[in-house]
């Protein structure tokens, strides 16, 4: 069974994180909408389920979503301060357990990520 977490880097440095951001944004407009969002995100659901075929490419994604929402708010907590260090804290582990139960959820026989296979 791979491991999620050796795909995200150990930290994330919000500063390099929103410089990268920034730097995209001026070389590409970057959409930012609600709307565009979503049919960003629906776009490539779609193509990711046409090039695979099996439903568990959508688990995959959604747990590598989460692994890097998980970092990236464990990172933030760790550089925040009181109140705002327990509430990144409080969202990580929230995250951590969507995390811990999509995994739990079986797609059948082709999810190599299920207890049973």
């Known amino acids: 069974m791979p491991s999620f977490m050796n795909l995200v880097p150990e930290s994330v440095n919000p500063d390099e994180l929103q410089k990268l951001l920034d730097d995209k944004r001026k070389q590409k407009k970057c959409k930012s909408s609600a709307e565009s969002m979503f049919d960003i995100a629906t776009k490539h659901l ?8 099996d439903p568990v490419v ?8 989460l692994d ?10 760790q550089q925040a301060d009181g109140e705002n260090a327990l509430a990144w804290s409080q969202d990580s582990g929230r995250l951590s357990a969507a995390y811990d139960l999509l995994r739990e959820v079986s797609l059948g026989e082709s999810d190599f990520m299920a207890e049973e296979n």
């Open 58 to 65: 959508h688990k995959t994604a959604a747990l590598l979503v």
């Open 68 to 77: 890097r929402m998980i970092r990236w708010h464990m990172t933030m907590a």
């Open 46 to 53: 779609d193509a990711m389920i046409e090039d695979v075929c």
